[in-house]
């Protein structure tokens, strides 16, 4: 069983950053895929990027690239999200997620409670 706990939303203005963190617990985190997702109000759950076991390949979504970037720390069972460049579009409750499927893989069996984000335009 993996638990997922997201820390670092808040608010902030356009242009600026935030640093979203995600705790993890469970024997096997170290070769779980691990991604972020955000949901804004009113519109479904999108991906914003994941991250492979080793941290060696990543993925983004189109709006978030060279913006955002995804990390993870398999010494701390920590993965992160940095995110820069914010937009008042980047509005939404982030949530982290794992899954011990491989890269090839899209699915997310494994959620946090979310953070909220807000962006101040």
């Known amino acids: 069983q993996v638990q997922l706990v997201e820390s670092g939303g808040g608010l902030v203005q356009a242009g600026g950053s935030l640093r979203l963190s995600c705790a993890a617990s469970?024997?096997?985190?170290?070769?779980?895929?691990k991604g972020w997702f955000r949901q804004a109000t009113g519109r479904e759950r999108e991906f914003v990027a994941d991250?492979?076991?080793?941290?060696?390949?990543?993925r983004y979504a189109d709006s978030v690239k060279g913006r955002f970037t995804i990390s993870r720390d398999n010494a701390k069972n920590m993965i992160y999200l940095q995110m820069n460049s914010l937009k008042h579009e980047d509005t939404a409750v982030y949530y982290c997620?794992?899954?011990?499927?491989?890269?090839?893989?899209?699915?997310?069996?494994?959620w946090g409670q979310g953070t909220q984000v807000t962006v101040s335009s």
């Open positions: 991250i492979s076991s080793s941290g060696g390949r990543t």
């Open positions: 997620a794992a899954d011990p499927s491989g890269w090839g893989s899209r699915l997310y069996n494994y």
């Open positions: 469970g024997r096997t985190f170290t070769t779980y895929r």
